[in-house]
């Protein structure tokens, strides 16, 4: 495994990490005895990482990752009582901080896969269900608790709503409650609930699957077309498809692999 711990960008890095392994790009999170709890500084490193990893041509799958026995608590606690001092102004900085990193993460380039060891609590529960797949280990618990302490589930539930639905979304964000990782999968938060100790091991080989069997560029096509089809009308939503269809056709990466197909060849992305 080769790191970026020399470069310049690294050298500015309290609390994230950021390594490439076989392609596959690791972005953990190492404020173990603050349980990875989110605050204004955190974030900025997340964002700094995130793009990094994306022009990154070493990196072609990123993984979101924890160290210690949490995933992410949420927001750390004495960041919450500091900002109650801040005027309306000074909030609105700090939230639209948050939502550039969820808005980074769900449009990112490269696909983004949580490896959630751990509870994912309000913005940790955030972090882990923007990622484009999520696996996580039968011990941890899922759930958005802001409403348990008079604060409101505001940026996550935009990108919530997408991913699960009104219905789900309403019974987690307005309920606050706590769900299982096996709830969670069946909610769609999660993709796979697997045994502690096989977690790091499927999710490295489920992000080496898909550097060797699929094309990068269209991943990263896909992955945009996803997020920008659901905001059109259907007459709009159905042009725009035609036209990237058309855009893809002559792309190197299309030609190369109907050609492999064609040819019955195995190719190498």
Same mark, same amino acid.
């Given at each position: ?161 997408? $991913?699960?639905?009104? &219905? /789900?979304?309403?019974?987690?964000? @307005?309920?606050?409650? #706590?769900?299982? =990782? *096996?709830?969670?999968? !069946? ?35 896909? $992955?945009?077309?996803? &997020? /920008?089809?659901?905001?059109?009308? @259907?007459?709009?939503? #159905?042009?725009? =498809? *035609?036209?990237?269809? !058309? ?23």
């Amino acid at each position: 495994m080769t790191d970026l711990a020399n470069t310049a960008e690294q050298q500015t890095l309290q609390f994230v990490t950021y390594q490439v392994k076989d392609r596959v790009g690791y972005i953990t999170l190492s404020r173990p005895e603050k349980r990875n709890a989110l605050n204004f500084d955190v974030v900025t490193e997340l964002k700094r990482a995130f793009a990094f990893a994306e022009e990154d041509e070493a990196s072609k799958v990123i993984v979101l990752r924890a160290e210690g026995k949490v995933f992410c608590a949420g927001a750390d606690l004495e960041y919450l009582q500091q900002l109650q001092e801040n005027d309306y102004q000074e909030n609105l900085l700090d939230s639209t901080h948050l939502m550039e990193l969820f808005r980074a993460i769900y449009t990112l380039k490269k696909v983004v896969i949580a490896q959630v060891h751990g509870h994912a609590i309000a913005g940790g529960c955030g972090l882990a269900a923007i990622c484009d797949f999520g696996f996580t280990v039968p011990e941890a618990k899922f759930g958005y608790t802001e409403v348990k302490i008079g604060f409101i589930p505001a940026i996550v539930k935009v990108f919530l709503l997408r $991913k699960i639905g009104e &219905a /789900r979304a309403k019974q987690l964000l @307005l309920t606050g409650d #706590l769900i299982s =990782a *096996a709830q969670a999968e !069946a909610f769609g938060l999660v993709n796979w609930v697997v045994p502690a100790e096989e977690l790091e091991e499927q999710v490295f080989s489920f992000a080496k699957k898909l550097c060797a069997e699929n094309s990068k560029q269209s991943m990263e096509v896909t $992955k945009e077309m996803i &997020a /920008r089809v659901q905001a059109m009308s @259907l007459e709009d939503g #159905l042009l725009y =498809a *035609a036209e990237m269809n !058309a855009v893809a056709r002559g792309s190197e990466d299309c030609q190369r692999g109907i050609a492999a197909f064609l040819n019955k060849e195995q190719i190498k992305w």
